[in-house]
């Protein structure tokens, strides 16, 4: 099994930033796809932005040139960098991992975002 551990949500103001931050730990595979998924109060979790081994990323539409994922030195670490934030984007975060040829999906336990003045 694998732990996630994500930081670094808060409350923010339309078009400022915030940087979260995404632990894995537990059994890690070399070959994996972690990324970010965000769900807001009564609607469907939604993906935000995956990053794989060899750095591919991708992003839904709404946050494309906002947001931006990546990892850490340490493979084991995904960050996501969200500018530009609007209220839209208000939602609890979750960090995710999927093993290479795996349809299991390993979750977080979330960090709320809030964009509001």
């Known amino acids: 099994q694998v732990q996630l551990v994500e930081s670094g949500g808060g409350l923010v103001q339309p078009g400022g930033s915030l940087r979260l931050s995404c632990a894995a730990s537990?059994?890690?595979?070399?070959?994996?796809?972690m990324g970010w998924y965000r769900q807001a109060p009564g609607k469907q979790r939604e993906l935000v932005a995956t990053?794989?081994?060899?750095?591919?990323?991708n992003y839904v539409d709404s946050v494309q040139g906002r947001f931006t994922i990546s990892r850490g030195n340490a493979k084991n670490t995904v960050y996501l960098q969200m500018n530009s934030l609007k209220p839209e984007d208000t939602a609890v975060y979750y960090c995710?991992?999927?093993?290479?040829?795996?349809?299991?999906?390993?979750w977080g336990q979330g960090t709320q975002v809030t964009v509001s003045s």
């Open positions: 990053i794989n081994s060899i750095d591919t990323t």
């Open positions: 537990g059994s890690i595979f070399s070959r994996n796809t």
């Open positions: 995710y991992f999927r093993a290479w040829g795996s349809t299991n999906d390993n």
